[in-house]
Structures are given as structure tokens and as C-alpha cells.
T-cell receptor, first 109, second 113 residues
Framework: DAKTTQPPSMDCAEGRAANLPCNHS???????VYWYRQIHSQGPQYIIH???NNETNEMASLIITEDRKSSTLILPHATLRDTAVYYC??????????FGKGTRLSVIA | NAGVTQTPKFRVLKTGQSMTLLCAQD?????MYWYRQDPGMGLRLIHY???????AKGEVPDGYNVSRLKKQNFLLGLESAAPSQTSVYFC????????????FGNGTRLTVT
């Protein structure tokens, strides 16, 4: 599956939208863009995924560019409990899910 | 509906001892996975299973064995524990591949002295 690139860390003020970018310029047509997060010491938590269209659920929104080479995860109103490491993964299922180093998001009061 | 349950939550072993980590899922998922996570690092896949009675190697399989005798359970064994196996172990399961998220347990923290 395609490699993804994320900034190592980001800060966000509490109550503001957190926009986490991800580059996946070599993504292929059958690879989904997945986002997981890991809050300190806990198991990774699935957030959202999409193939081509933008997606929204109760946790977040996923915006995928038309050429699918990058995407943005949006947490609309970040809270302190959203402080975590966020992983963006391109995943087709042809090989098992592989995690990179992710983005450490710090939500600041 | 408990999701993915891992036992034990914590364990301390001496070098050379053996143990088995148990992962159980109640979602009727076909696929199950074992990952390890070392401090400050991402998750690395140890072994996985694509169905009852099947297992396959991941990125870092050496020193571990697995078994999937029942669909709902995936066991990870350490035959002769080494300090390098000190880590947090996460189990996950999924219904399918590709368009199917993984669901993770809360981990087993293992220390080998």
C-alpha cells in the first residue's frame, strides 16, 4: 500500500477546528484513506475512512482532494480529550494494515 | 458487546519463561491481528490470521507463535521470552479487508526482565 506523509506534531486551541493533513501521492485506485488515533497507552481507535468522496461521521470529517494525492482530517471542535497521535494510512487490504509514526496532536486550553 | 478483549492486561516474565496472550472478539470477524508497540514508536505487525485455522507472518514474527483454533480467539505465544520482547501488545480484528476498519483491544503490557 502507498506510503503516507504526516507532520510529526501539531497544536490546536480547544474549541477550534483541528485540521490534520496527510500526503499520499502514490495512492492507487483501490486504496482507501484511513484515519486512526491513539490516546496515550490505549489501543488505536478507528475514526473514519474514504475512497474518493468526502466523508463525515460523528467524530470527524475527511476531505480527499480530487486527485486523491492528499487528504485532511477535520475535528470540528477539538477538546482536550482529542489530544492523541493520529495515523493516516492508505489501505487496500492486499497487505495487512501498516502504521507509520503519525501526527501528535496537542489540544491546548 | 465487548468488542476485542485482551488478557492479561499486564505481565512480568523472567527471561526464558513462556506465556500466551489471549485475544477474543465477539463481532464474528474473519480477520485477526497481533501488533506490538515499543516506546515512542508506531505499531508493528507480528502475525495475522485471515480465518479460523489460518495464520501468517507479519513484519516482526521471530520469537512468536500464534494459533487460531476458534474464529473468535487468536492466541500469541512466547516460547522463551527475551528482554527485547518487552512491549505493549495489541490485538485487532476486522470483518473484511480494504473497506473494513480494524477494531483494537486495549493492549497487554509485557515486561521481560
Amino acid at each position: 500500500d502507498a506510503k503516507t506523509t504526516q507532520p510529526p506534531s501539531m497544536d490546536c486551541a480547544e474549541g477550534r477546528a483541528a485540521n490534520l493533513p496527510c500526503n499520499h501521492s502514490t495512492i492507487s485506485g483501490n486504496e482507501y484513506v484511513y484515519w486512526y488515533r491513539q490516546i496515550h497507552s490505549q489501543g488505536p481507535q478507528y475514526i473514519i475512512h474514504g475512497l474518493k468522496n468526502n466523508e463525515t461521521n460523528e467524530m470527524a470529517s475527511l476531505i480527499i482532494t480530487e486527485d486523491r494525492k492528499s487528504s485532511t482530517l477535520i475535528l470540528p471542535h477539538a477538546t482536550l480529550r482529542d489530544t492523541a497521535v493520529y495515523y493516516c494510512i492508505a489501505y487496500s487490504g492486499n497487505t495487512p494494515l501498516v502504521f507509520g509514526k503519525g501526527t501528535r496532536l496537542s489540544v491546548i486550553a | 458487546n465487548a468488542g476485542v478483549t485482551q488478557t492479561p492486561k499486564f505481565r512480568v516474565l523472567k527471561t526464558g519463561q513462556s506465556m500466551t496472550l489471549l485475544c477474543a472478539q465477539d463481532m464474528n470477524h474473519e480477520y485477526m491481528y497481533w501488533y506490538r508497540q515499543d516506546p515512542g514508536m508506531g505499531l508493528r505487525l507480528i502475525h495475522y490470521s485471515v480465518g479460523e485455522g489460518t495464520t501468517a507472518k507479519g513484519e516482526v514474527p521471530d520469537g512468536y507463535n500464534v494459533s487460531r483454533l476458534k474464529k473468535q480467539n487468536f492466541l500469541l505465544g512466547l516460547e522463551s521470552a527475551a528482554p527485547s520482547q518487552t512491549s505493549v501488545y495489541f490485538c485487532a480484528s476486522s470483518y473484511g479487508l480494504g473497506n473494513s476498519p480494524l477494531h483494537f483491544g486495549n493492549g497487554t503490557r509485557l515486561t521481560v526482565t
